[in-house]
């Protein structure tokens, strides 16, 4: 864009300002919802370190205090605020944790900051692949037998660390407790990557944190399902396995070292809020809105509430009731292949369920897969935003059910089902695991080079590639791209979705590759 051009042209605060302004509907985070939390002009007190309001890196006072309050109400030794979200606290604890030469041992579909926290360290690592929902396009839990067989098979003890993500973003949650017993007795760390369970500990309803279950650290991030501004999070420490030095080393490296106040503040008034009686209220009623309305979604006849029948399979201990994550059709309904479904002549799929919420009815979702979409809720939530998506899904399920029940057969339906039904087997059949040439760190400092998608079989990748959201990895730096591999990522890309490390060069898709 030409510069003598950008006054005349949108801002983002002007942007921001039209959307805040609209009638779309938030079931994304952050967990505020666009609500006002008591925050006055945040001009008047943005500020620095002065005298009276204490230094985040060399706590004192004030900040010292609230963080003090908040490792008291969550039961940690310490509990560090965060104004670079999650990341910034996985990466501190990764780092506090390891020493030179040790190997993480790591969920396959942990967040790429944890990937992240390999390549910083320069840690070799294995992976512990959780099971596949194919009916929702989603990972599954980690189970203590798969860790406690890749703990034995570590003869040389280089393991010092592993890393899980419990809940999913799917609100998925792992047998934490039994997974640290087996962690310790190894004498390994356990880190969790809990950044969708911040709520957790506010309501039976929930479940438990694993600050709870064994966790060494945990790291949570507020802004995704409680009342607070993008970008804060918490790290919790527990017991003395992780050397908290360490840890507020690592935090003064990742961190800013200008914190906005501003970050601080919500921090500090989210938790004030939620631990005091509107807070605790507000829990009350949205525990109550979410069983009424997960009730409602149960009964539909075409479109499937992901739900508690899941725990007990696939890895899943547990399921946070606060992620409402809608499939393409029940399992005790009539289906076409690959559990298609038709709406208007058309497949309806994730990415299609998507775009009539946000277009047709002004629900902006969080995210989707090629057979699932995932909307966050939190205290926040209206009882007429609840409404609005009842009435949203009803009727999408009603068009469906009556396409569902006219003939079927049609040439053009079953043309377009043939298509998106070859999709999606791209996209699953590739269940190998990929293979390590080269360890993270080293990759990433190599030479590379561009080259197209459909060229890259036998070459090795040298950036991760992730859908995004949720940004979990199909290939990490120094695994070898197979042929299955490249198709998945290129039916992803037909499908519309958005995968990082992947660049469009003219009208052709390239992936960076080692030379």
């Known amino acids: 864009m030409n510069k003598e ?32 939390m008591v925050f006055e002009n945040p001009f008047d007190w943005d500020i620095t370190e002065l005298d009276g309001f204490d230094d985040l890196h060399h706590p004192t006072g004030i900040l010292k205090e609230a963080m003090e309050e908040a490792a008291a109400f969550y039961q940690s030794d310490a509990s560090y605020f965060l104004v670079n979200g999650s990341s910034c606290g996985i ?33 070799e690592t294995a992976y512990l692949y959780p099971d596949i929902l194919e009916d929702f396009s989603c990972a599954g839990g980690i189970t203590a037998e798969q860790t406690e067989a890749a703990l034995r098979q570590d003869v040389e003890r280089k393991i010092g660390c592993v890393v899980m993500t419990s809940p999913t973003y799917e609100g998925l949650v792992s047998d934490v407790e039994k997974i640290a017993g087996i962690v310790h007795s190894h004498g390994a760390i356990l880190i969790v990557d809990e950044a969708h369970g911040a709520h957790f500990p506010f309501h039976p309803a929930f479940p438990r944190s694993a600050l709870t279950l064994g966790a060494d650290a945990v790291i949570q991030s507020l802004h995704k399902t409680l009342p607070s501004l993008t970008q804060t999070a918490l790290l919790h420490i527990r017991g003395d396995r992780i050397d908290r030095n360490r840890v507020e080393t690592y935090l003064r490296v990742y961190q800013s070292s200008s914190p906005s106040y501003v970050l601080l503040a919500s921090i500090d008034q989210c938790i004030r809020f939620m631990t005091g009686s509107r807070g605790k209220e507000a829990v009350e009623r949205y525990v109550e809105h979410l069983t009424d309305v997960r009730q409602k979604l149960s ?42 479904l038709s709406v208007g002549g058309a497949c309806m799929t994730g990415k299609d369920l998507y775009r009539r919420l946000r277009e047709r009815y002004h629900l902006q979702p969080e995210m989707c897969t090629d057979r699932s979409v995932t909307l966050m809720t939190s205290v926040n939530d209206s009882r007429q935003g609840f409404d609005r998506l009842l009435e949203a899904v009803e009727e999408t399920d009603r068009e469906m059910d009556q396409k569902m029940s006219r003939k079927s057969g049609r040439e053009s339906d079953n043309r377009q089902n043939n298509i998106k039904t070859e999709k999606r087997m791209k996209i699953e059949e590739n269940t190998e ?59 992803y890309l037909e499908q519309g979705f958005e995968i990082h490390g992947i660049r469009t060069g003219g009208n052709r898709f390239q992936i960076s590759v080692l030379k």
């Open 433 to 491: 695991k990929p293979i390590a040439r080269l360890p993270i760190f080293l990759a990433t400092a190599a030479s590379c080079e561009l080259i197209p998608l459909e060229e890259s079989q036998g070459r090795i990748a040298a950036e991760l590639v992730c859908p995004y959201p949720p940004g979990i990895p199909i290939l990490v730096p120094g695994e070898e791209i197979t042929e299955a591999c490249a198709d998945r990522v290129k039916a």
């Open 5 to 36: 051009n950008w006054p005349d042209s949108e801002s983002l605060y002007e942007r921001l300002k039209k959307y805040g302004k609209s009638d779309y509907y938030p079931f994304h985070m952050p967990g505020h919802k666009r609500k006002d």
């Open 91 to 123: 990466l501190a604890a990764i780092s506090a944790a390891v020493h030179p030469g040790d190997k993480l041992l790591m969920a396959r579909n942990c967040h790429k900051s944890v990937y992240h926290g390999a390549l910083v360290n320069q840690l």
């Open 299 to 340: 009964g539909l006849k075409q479109i499937r509430l992901l739900d508690e029948r899941v725990v007990g399979n696939y890895g899943i201990y547990g399921l946070d009731p606060g992620k409402l994550v809608l499939g393409s059709v029940r399992q005790n309904a009539p289906v076409t292949p690959f559990a298609e």
